[in-house]
T-cell receptor, first 114, second 119 residues
Framework: QKEVEQDPGPLSVPEGAIVSLNCTYS??????FMWYRQYSRKGPELLMY????GNKEDGRFTAQVDKSSKYISLFIRDSQPSDSATYLC??????????????FGEGTQLTVNP | GAVVSQHPSWVICKSGTSVKIECRSL??????MFWYRQFPKQSLMLMAT?????????EQGVEKDKFLINHASLTLSTLTVTSAHPEDSSFYIC???????????????FGSGTRLTVV
C-alpha cells in the first residue's frame, strides 16, 4: 500500500466549476501538508502549505486537512482554463526547515474547459 | 521570496558525455537540497538528498557514481549525469526547504526543472 494515495484522474470540468482534489495517507507521522501545481515541463509550484487540521484559504484555493481521517483536500473555486495542470499533494513529517523528505501523491491531471 | 533557480532548462547531449545541472537558492540558504527525477505522466521520484558540506544520500537503486551531487555552498547544489545514456533522458528537478530572512517558512520550493535528452 502506498503511503499517499491520490486519484490520478484525468479530471475534466467546465470553466467556473468547483474542483475538489483529494489525497489519503497512512503515515501518522505526517504533520505538514502541501499542494503543488505543475504545468507541463515545469517544476512544481507551491499552492498551499499547512500543518494543522482545518481549513486554509488563499484566493480561489482552499486546503482542508483532517488528520483524524488522514485525508486532505484542495478546492478550487471558479476554475479557469489556466488552472489546467497536474496537482500534486505532498506531505512530510517535519517542516520545511528540518530537511524532512516529501512524500508525493501520484498527481491529478485537471483540465478546465472554456 | 524563496526561489530556487535551476539551469539549464533543457539540454541535449550525446551518449557518453556528462551533463551538469545547477540549482541556486536566490534569497535563502539551502542547507538541504533534494534531487528528483520525473518521467512523463508520473510523480516525482526522489533520487538523492544533499546537505551542504557533506556527502549526498542516495535512494535505493540510484547509482551514485552516475549521478554526482555536489553541495559545496549554502546557495549552490549541482547534479552531474556522467557518461549519459539514452535511458537517462528524463526531467530532473531540485527542491529545497525554504525560510526567508524574516523567518517565514515557505515549505519546499522547487526549481523549474531540466529536461535532459541523450541522443
Amino acid at each position: 500500500q502506498k503511503e499517499v494515495e491520490q486519484d490520478p484522474g484525468p479530471l475534466s470540468v467546465p470553466e467556473g466549476a468547483i474542483v475538489s482534489l483529494n489525497c489519503t495517507y497512512s503515515n501518522s507521522a505526517f504533520q505538514y501538508f502541501m499542494w503543488y501545481r505543475q504545468y507541463s515541463r515545469k517544476g512544481p509550484e507551491l499552492l498551499m502549505y499547512t500543518y494543522s487540521s482545518g481549513n486554509k484559504e488563499d484566493g480561489r484555493f482552499t486546503a482542508q486537512v483532517d488528520k483524524s481521517s488522514k485525508y486532505i483536500s484542495l478546492f478550487i473555486r471558479d476554475s479557469q482554463p489556466s488552472d489546467s495542470a497536474t496537482y500534486l499533494c505532498a506531505m512530510s513529517a517535519g517542516d520545511g526547515t528540518s530537511g524532512s523528505r516529501l512524500t508525493f501523491g501520484e498527481g491529478t491531471q485537471l483540465t478546465v474547459n472554456p | 521570496g524563496a526561489v530556487v533557480s535551476q539551469h539549464p532548462s533543457w539540454v541535449i547531449c550525446k551518449s557518453g558525455t556528462s551533463v551538469k545541472i545547477e540549482c541556486r537558492s536566490l534569497d535563502f540558504q539551502a542547507t538541504t537540497m533534494f534531487w528528483y527525477r520525473q518521467f512523463p505522466k508520473q510523480s516525482l521520484m526522489l533520487m538523492a538528498t544533499s546537505n551542504e558540506g557533506s556527502k549526498a544520500t542516495y535512494e535505493q537503486g540510484v547509482e551514485k557514481d552516475k549521478f554526482l551531487i555536489n553541495h559545496a555552498s549554502l546557495t549552490l547544489s549541482t547534479l552531474t549525469v556522467t557518461s549519459a545514456h539514452p535511458e537517462d533522458s528524463s526531467f530532473y528537478i531540485c527542491s529545497a526547504p525554504a525560510r526567508d530572512k524574516v523567518g517565514i517558512n515557505y515549505g519546499y520550493t522547487f526549481g523549474s526543472g531540466t529536461r535532459l535528452t541523450v541522443v
